[in-house]
C-alpha cells in the first residue's frame, strides 16, 4: 500500500514565525499536492508539483511556497504564518490524474 | 455557481437503511469522477470511481448522468461503519493533475 507520511500531526506556532510542513511518498509518485481543510469550505488546493524541482499554483497559494527536491519529498512553507492559516494541512500524491494517497494531515494552530 | 456542489446533510439514517447522495458540477467538460470517503480526523480515501456506464462495489453503486452533470452514490443495507463524510471529487479540465473536491455529505448510521 501507499504511504505518505506528514512530519507532525499536530503544530503550534506563532504568529510571524516560519513553519516547514514535510510531506514524503514511498510509491515514486510523479504527482504531489498540498491542500488545506476548513470547516465549510471543504478541500482546497494550495499547491500541487508534477516532477522534481517543478510547482504549479492550485487555488489559494497566496502565503504559501513549496519546495520539491527529491521526488518523495514535497514541502509547504510558510513564510510569515498568520493566524487566517490556521488549518488542517494534507498532503498527498498520485500516480496518475486520478486516485490521489492522502496522508494522515497536520493541524497547524496559528497563535 | 460553485464547481462541485453537494448537500452537506447530515443525513441519519438507521442500520440497514438504503441512502442516496448527490452532487452536481458546474463544468460540463470534465472528465473524471469520484467518491471519496472520509472518516472523523482523518485523511480522505478513495471509495470508488464513477463510471459513465454506473458501477458497483458491493453495496455501494456510482451513477453518472453527464447530460444533467449529476453524480450520485448509493449505499445499501447501511452499517454502523458507513458512518463518515462522502466527498464528491471532479477532474478539472484541462488542468492536467488538479481535482475539484465537494464540502461533502456527513452520513451519520444509527443502531
Known amino acids: 500500500d501507499v504511504k505518505v507520511t506528514q512530519s507532525s500531526r499536530y503544530l503550534v506556532k506563532r504568529t510571524g514565525e516560519k513553519v516547514f510542513l514535510e510531506c514524503v511518498q514511498d510509491?515514486?509518485?510523479?504527482?504531489m499536492f498540498w491542500y488545506r481543510q476548513d470547516p465549510g469550505l471543504g478541500l482546497r488546493l494550495i499547491y500541487f508539483?508534477?516532477?522534481?524541482?517543478?510547482?504549479e499554483k492550485g487555488d489559494i497559494p497566496e502565503g504559501y511556497s513549496v519546495s520539491r527536491e527529491k521526488k518523495e519529498r514535497f514541502s509547504l512553507i510558510l513564510e510569515s504564518a498568520s493566524t487566517n492559516q490556521t488549518s488542517m494541512y494534507l498532503c498527498?500524491?498520485?500516480?496518475?490524474?486520478?486516485?490521489?494517497?492522502f496522508g494522515p494531515g497536520t493541524r497547524l494552530t496559528v497563535l | 455557481r460553485k464547481e462541485v456542489e453537494q448537500d452537506p446533510g447530515p443525513f441519519n439514517v438507521p442500520e440497514g437503511a438504503t441512502v442516496a447522495f448527490n452532487c452536481t458540477y458546474s463544468?460540463?467538460?470534465?472528465?473524471?469522477f469520484f467518491w471519496y470517503r472520509q472518516d472523523c480526523r482523518k485523511e480522505p480515501k478513495l471509495l470508488m470511481s464513477?463510471?459513465?456506464s454506473g458501477n458497483e462495489d458491493g453495496r455501494f453503486t456510482a451513477q453518472l448522468n453527464r447530460a444533467s452533470q449529476y453524480i450520485s452514490l448509493l449505499i445499501r443495507d447501511s452499517k454502523l461503519s458507513d458512518s463518515a463524510t462522502y466527498l464528491c471529487?471532479?477532474?478539472?479540465?484541462?488542468?492536467?493533475?488538479?481535482?475539484?473536491f465537494g464540502k461533502g455529505t456527513s452520513l451519520l448510521v444509527t443502531p
Open positions: 471529487v471532479v477532474m478539472k479540465l484541462g488542468s492536467g493533475y488538479a481535482l475539484n
Open positions: 498527498a500524491s498520485s500516480l496518475n490524474r486520478g486516485r490521489r494517497f
Open positions: 463544468n460540463s467538460a470534465s472528465q473524471s
Open positions: 510509491m515514486d509518485h510523479e504527482n
Open positions: 464513477v463510471y459513465s
Open positions: 508539483s508534477y516532477d522534481v524541482k517543478m510547482k
